[in-house]
């Protein structure tokens, strides 16, 4: 089946740790996104990009960092200069093309502090 | 920039009663309006799109929305609720920026089913 798998399910972070998420989809979809989800919040958008080795920052980037070397992939670096990282991570995709194509969702991944 | 706004972030009904979860958008040009459902601890599932191909969409589970140009609004409705729609659900429009596009969402709706 087709989609989008997020990995690991939880995460923990030490201080001063850098943590990778992963984010793999065989959707063939070209743009993919990363949110941050805290409760209250909605979804915050961190990093898209919408063709291999192309990426841009979204709204809150700071004290993260994306790489796109593959269409089907999209990893998320959470860095030690992100101070306050615990939340629900969402990896998107979405087929190019016109405004009316939605964005598919991973299951997320759910990022503690030790 | 487009926006988003959902009236009321927890919404209660009984089963079997009506659901109307409410979103009014802002737009500059005709907007592209999603409604996404979400479980607890899993990721955001479409529930419906309007594209402009009709004002009246209907989606999975049940769950339609109605667009209303004079209102800026695209209400998300059920007749008669179940156990199983209790959920977060976020209303998004489709903006363009910088050439992109991106959702902008609602800060969400959490929506509980009483029996």
């Known amino acids: 089946d087709g989609g989008i798998t997020q990995s690991p399910k939880y995460l923990f972070r030490k201080e001063g740790q850098n943590v990778t998420l992963s984010c793999e989809q065989n959707l063939n979809h070209d743009a993919m996104y990363w949110y941050r989800q805290d409760p209250g919040q909605g979804l915050r958008l961190i990093y898209y990009?919408?063709?291999?080795?192309?990426?841009q920052k979204g709204d809150i980037a700071e004290g993260y960092s994306v790489s796109r070397e593959k269409k089907e992939s999209f990893p998320l670096t959470v860095t030690s200069a992100q101070k306050n990282p615990t939340a629900f991570y969402l990896c998107?995709?979405?087929?190019?093309?016109?405004?009316?194509?939605?964005?598919?969702f991973g299951d997320g991944t759910r990022l503690s502090i030790l | 920039a487009q926006s988003v706004t959902q009236l009321g972030s927890h919404v209660s009904v009984s089963e079997g009663a009506l659901v109307l979860l409410r979103c009014n958008y802002s737009?500059?040009?005709?907007?592209?309006l999603f409604w996404y459902v979400q479980y607890p601890n899993q990721g955001l599932q479409l529930l419906l799109k309007y594209t402009s191909a009709a004002t009246l969409v209907k989606g999975i589970n049940g769950f339609e929305a109605e667009f209303k140009k004079s209102e800026t609004s695209f209400h998300l409705t059920k007749p008669s609720a179940h156990m199983s729609d209790a959920a977060e659900y976020f209303c998004a429009v489709s903006d363009r920026v910088q050439g992109a596009q991106k959702l902008v969402f609602g800060q969400g709706t959490r929506l509980t089913i009483n029996p």
């Open positions: 990009s919408q063709i291999v080795n192309d990426f």
């Open positions: 998107a995709s979405r087929l190019g093309g016109g405004a009316n194509q939605p964005q598919h």
């Open positions: 737009s500059s040009v005709p907007p592209y």
